[in-house]
């Protein structure tokens, strides 16, 4: 995200707000009054997206898979024990040979360095679905979830409607509600879901505080950190040790899996380096977060860094956060692959 503009980011929204809307299947042809802005683009129409995964996704790849066939493509998942890449074949050529057959590369990769390299020699655009550094679509969807949620962080705000008969009937487009500017804590692991927070919330008038044991392992890389400075994130980037600091006035409170896929043999080490870190209400009640305070979590969870009590509980947007990840995603399929000229890599406008 940090290759993005706020303006860019706020289009991607918006557009998934709308594609939303107008995708949801209690919205048969008869209830479509202004038929054509009732209908999803169908951009991807005759298209092919290639789903590079080098690792597991449930949420990502459905996303991506649904996404696409509701904008009349097809996705074709590509794993690692179905095609040459890694075994008998190099990033470079199977860039090639794929952005030869398919019009758009979403991948999830190991080493961020692949992500770069597939982007340098593909002829089609290639979005990141997780690397070792980003995670930026799920920051669109957590972003997406909040903006949808406002109202929990305004009182002045109303709900936006979700009642599907009323959605049916509106003739418009019902508009997301603006976010006021929030405290949000993260309580974790600096990995990729937090990395795109950095770059991203601090430019777009949120403040973020963030707890993580002090060894440089859990603190964010130098190649994350220069961005944050180079975007002037850090001036609104609070960063210490204690849990309890970080949640302080926190109207949103994230974290993500203490093990990230590929760390699993550091799984030990990392439960010890983490005590302490649990996200719970009595954490949440001695930092002194929002009475109100709302929960964000990418998935899939482990208990040992959230008890079900906030999990499960009426705190946790974190399954609205799942299903919007496939709004977001299909937002940007449609603007980056979708409208994507032949011979021209766009980015979003
Ligand atoms: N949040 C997320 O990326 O989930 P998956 O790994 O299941 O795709
Ligand atoms: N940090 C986690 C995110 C999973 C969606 C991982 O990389 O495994």
Request: aromatic content about 8%; charged content about 25%; proline content about 6%.
């Amino acid at each position: 995200l940090a290759d993005l503009s706020p303006k860019q980011i706020s289009r991607v929204l918006t557009h998934a707000r709308y594609l939303k809307q107008v995708s949801q299947p209690w919205l048969q042809p008869q209830t479509r009054t202004e038929l054509d802005l009732r209908m999803p683009s169908q951009s991807l129409f005759s298209k092919s997206i290639a789903l590079l995964f080098s690792k597991r996704s449930t949420r990502t790849r459905l996303a991506a898979e649904t996404a696409a066939t509701l904008l009349g493509g097809r996705a074709l998942f590509l794993g690692s024990d179905d095609i040459q890449l890694g075994v008998n074949e190099t990033v470079r050529d199977s860039a090639r040979v794929i952005g030869g057959m398919c019009q758009g590369i979403f991948a999830r990769v190991g080493d961020h360095s692949e992500i770069e390299e597939l982007a340098k020699y593909s002829p089609v655009p290639v979005l990141n679905a997780l690397s070792s550094l980003w995670h930026p679509t799920q920051i669109l969807a957590d972003l997406l979830t909040l903006h949808e949620n406002a109202h929990l962080f305004d009182s002045t705000l109303k709900p936006l409607p979700t009642d599907p008969g009323y959605l049916a009937r509106a003739k418009r487009f019902i508009p997301l509600p603006e976010l006021r500017p929030l405290t949000i804590a993260y309580v974790g692991d600096s990995a990729n879901v937090l990395h795109d927070m950095l770059v991203t919330y601090p430019r777009i008038g949120h403040n973020l505080r963030v707890a993580s044991p002090e060894d440089a392992k859990y603190r964010a890389p130098k190649a994350v950190w220069d961005r944050v400075v180079e975007l002037e994130c850090d001036k609104r980037i609070w960063w210490g040790k204690d849990p309890k600091e970080a949640v302080q006035g926190a109207d949103v409170v994230v974290t993500d899996t203490w093990i990230s896929m590929g760390q699993e043999a550091e799984k030990e080490e990392r439960l010890k380096a983490f005590e302490g870190y649990q996200v719970t209400e009595e954490l949440c009640r001695q930092g002194g977060a929002n009475p109100d305070w709302k929960f964000l979590h990418c998935l899939p969870r482990k208990q040992q860094e959230v008890d079900d009590e906030v999990f499960y509980g009426p705190r946790s947007l974190v399954f609205p956060e799942a299903d919007n990840r496939k709004w977001t995603i299909m937002a940007l399929f449609d603007m980056q692959f979708g409208k994507w000229d032949l011979g021209k890599k766009e980015q979003v406008e």
